[in-house]
């Protein structure tokens, strides 16, 4: 039986996380090739090892009953995918809630009658790691987890949707390796991931090795300063080594042309780039031009796809690239019916691609950042992110319980630190995001002061929070309501609804109103529809056919039974009523007709492209039948005009 007589690491507010390295903008090391957003089985390269796969599993219905040596020991088990849950491998009953904790409210404790899983496999590293550091890099694990290698501790870390990072070249031997991992289901930072969703556990995000020489690049950010006209770029790319060293950088565009190239050697093991860029092609969501950044130190390669644009607020509008633009929203969480959380590469981009069918221009993660993979696909096909940390607390007694309280202060500050340190490199991201519904404080204005001394200029979004955000951030605002807030003069930030239009049942309702007012007045920034897909678990029968249930149909406690029905799209991803309802209203080109004057007006809605850049189809119908069609010909309507 494993001894917690002792306070364990997963029930103490004070260890965050043990031996995981200092967190590090996303990118695969030594090849300048694997920039393009792709699944990581596709990643070639001679430093990067994935270790997803077949594991030996074994669950334990708490800790306790865990073998004192289980880290050596044949525990016999079954073979298991990672990533994977293991609510859909049939270990625990799936559990639906929204607001109610899983288990009894005692922070930051959680119950010691906590179950666990241990993960086990063999590898053996390849030739070309030999001499090199090697870190172990863990995308996704809910809710905590130890890691051993060949019978050796190698560290801690919590935060479930966030990356762990460990250096682990002094753990391996030539040969075979073994890696075990045991995943607690529960740890005091549980208390800050009360998401409305079906809670997961497991290893539920890619597991790989990448190999480094020994002086190598840490860490590296790039930034960018416009001038009025947008002709001058002024940027900075700063880079952090292990040793002192000569480092290159190169900004390389599409077509593969070098834009910019130099040389120098660090400094304390920092290098800092200056010089300027004219004219660049600008990034957006409907040109998403990106350029490759290429930093090479030694023998070692980072590169990073980075755009060049300006978000700002221009008094109380959001612009971007000088032009006011309008978030036509959804707010997306990882979900699948058969996997949870361990949605793969052609599941994000199922999504986002649908999202664009649907006319969908502003992605929020709620409630936690999203797999690197989503970010880099965002960045191609263009879409504006509201990166949101993983924090969520409105279970507690009180929402300001936790960001009122100094001993939670140091875990809001890592929530933040590492999603900003790993994703501070992307053109899409257009707000970092304190998380969702967990009160006003001081731990929160601690996460600010933090993202704004990382990255300068950014824009921090958090709701109903008048002292951090950039923008005055609500939920489901009335019509009524929202011309109340568009004819605000005195409030000088943008109005934005984080969550607006909930989709439940035969809702939302009002889209064509809510657009018709966010249009008529610049205050008005649009907004993110709560939400994206409705939330369930697929039986699949013998005779093809599938069922879907929802909370409280495992016989799970708490529950908050199908109010997580509450999508745009189906679990299928099959879009339903309102998701048509929202591409019309999301629509780039408005069309009506005056019955008086015989005329038909169009409005391009689009922030940057002309209409002239597609193809406009007209259909007639009498009674529902086709009687005329035809296309458009020389259409020219400006962004913005009619």
Known sequence: MLNINFTPDWDNLKVLSRNRMPSRSYYIPGDANNTEAKSRWDIRSDRFMLLNGMWNFNYYTSVADVPDDFVTADLGGKEEKVPSVWQAQGYEKWHYTNINYPYPVDPPHVPNHNPCGIYKRKFTVPESFKGMKVNLSFLGVSSAYHVYINAKLVGYNQVSHMTGEFDVTDYLCDGENEICVIVYKWCDGSYLEDQDFFRCNGI??????????EEHIKDFLFTTEANGDLTNFKTKVTVKTSAEMYVKIELNDKDGKTVYT???????KNAEFNFNVENPLLWNAETPNLYTLVITAGDDIAAHKVGFRKFEIDGNVFKVNGVAVKCRGVNRHDSHPEKGYAVEYEDILKDLTLMKQLNVNTIRTSHYPNDPLLLMLADELGFYIVDEADLETHGLFGWDYATKNPDWKDAFIDRAERMVQRDKNHACIIMFSLGNESGNGENHIAMEKYIRNVVPNVL?????????????????????QLVCHGEDKENKRPFFMCEYAHSMGLGPGSFKEYWETIYKYPRLMGGCVWEWCDHAVAHKHEDGSVTYTYGGDHGEYPHDGNFCCDGLVYPDRTPSTAALEMKQAYTPLNVSFCKDCGRIKMINRLDFTNISEYTVKWTALLNGDEIASGIFEDLDIAPHAT
């Open 204 to 213: 539920f995000r890619d597991v790989f090795l990448t190999a480094q020489p």
């Open 262 to 268: 130099e040389a120098k050697k660090t400094e304390r």
């Open 460 to 480: 921090v979004h958090y709701c109903d929070n008048d002292v951090v955000s950039d923008v005055e951030s609500m939920m489901y605002r009335w019509v009524d």
